[in-house]
């Protein structure tokens, strides 16, 4: 019996840990015959991320989440374990992650340790531990 049946990658796919974070979640699946799930969310509030609301154009919306959704891809490439799927969402982070996960039915979310400065009230990661009701792994 696996002790994860599905894995959840959050990770910035620009973040200089994102490859590290990728190999190690491939392992943790390929460990647990697991679905691998990876998401990125692109701080923002509520629905909105931070670029769009300095930018406010559509086009440029766009051109962003598909460099992102390539970003991903590529990331995803490197896994030495198949992904299942690759979510991008604009907004709160956490609030995402935690949607996503139950949507996902993930039993582990594992993410890189950041402190952001978007994120005021401590860092992305740390929260998610608190809140989600599933094992987090903090990597680098």
């Known amino acids: 019996m696996s002790l994860y049946?599905?894995?959840?990658?959050?990770?910035?796919p620009e973040d200089k840990y994102a490859h590290k974070l990728m190999?190690?979640?491939?392992?943790?699946a390929e460990q647990n015959h697991a679905e691998?799930?990876?998401?990125?969310?692109?701080?923002?509030?509520g629905n909105v991320s931070f670029i769009d609301v300095e930018i406010e154009l559509q086009e440029e919306h766009d051109a962003i989440a598909k460099q992102r959704m390539t970003q991903l891809s590529e990331l995803a490439a490197v896994s030495s374990y198949p992904v299942t799927g690759l979510h991008i969402a604009n907004g709160d982070i956490v609030k995402?992650?935690?949607e996503l996960a139950e949507k996902v039915e993930a039993n582990l979310v594992i993410t890189g340790y950041h402190k952001s400065a978007i994120h005021?009230?401590?860092d992305v990661s740390e929260t998610l531990a608190k809140n989600l009701k599933c094992d987090v792994l903090i990597s680098q």
Do not use: D, M, S
Request: glycine share 10%.
């Open 36 to 45: 691998l799930h990876i998401a990125y969310v692109e701080p923002g509030v």
């Open 96 to 98: 995402h992650l935690e």
């Open 23 to 28: 190999v190690k979640a491939g392992v943790i």
């Open 5 to 12: 049946q599905t894995v959840l990658l959050a990770v910035n």
């Open 120 to 122: 005021i009230f401590g």
